[in-house]
């Protein structure tokens, strides 16, 4: 069955940066889109940014934009999300996604995806 596994998470001060990782299993990873979203606790699960499946179209929340950076290792089946200068905004449990699309199209919302991973937590002090 479909497995994804978030790991990279922990706890860094405002302006640093953290790399995270989503390995996925039992899935022709070329063929699916991918995306990372994040809870806060006491919020709604919010989109953060997804990939295409060939990672040429990349979609990102503007609460994010210039500081984070989707990208995907197709021949390793993995997704990275690199985030730099993280803000205490930032703190939520980070969540990978996976969306299986006959084409190169993306959206970082709750019903595109399919198969889910546990998360990761990522918290950032002030």
């Known amino acids: 069955q479909v497995q994804v596994v978030e790991s990279g998470g922990g706890f860094v001060q405002a302006g640093a940066s953290l790399r995270l990782s989503c390995t996925a299993s039992?899935?022709?990873?070329?063929?699916?889109?991918m995306g990372w979203f994040r809870q806060a606790p006491g919020k709604e699960r919010e989109g953060v940014s997804c990939v295409s499946r060939s990672g040429g179209r990349t979609v990102y929340t503007d609460s994010v934009k210039g500081r984070f950076t989707i990208s995907r290792d197709n021949a390793k089946n993995t997704l990275y999300l690199q985030m730099n200068n993280l803000k205490p905004d930032d703190t939520a449990m980070y969540y990978c996604a996976a969306a299986p699309r006959p084409d190169e199209y993306c959206s970082p919302v709750r019903s595109f995806f399919n198969f889910w991973g546990l998360g990761t937590q990522v918290t950032v002090s002030s």
């Open positions: 039992g899935l022709t990873f070329g063929s699916f889109a």
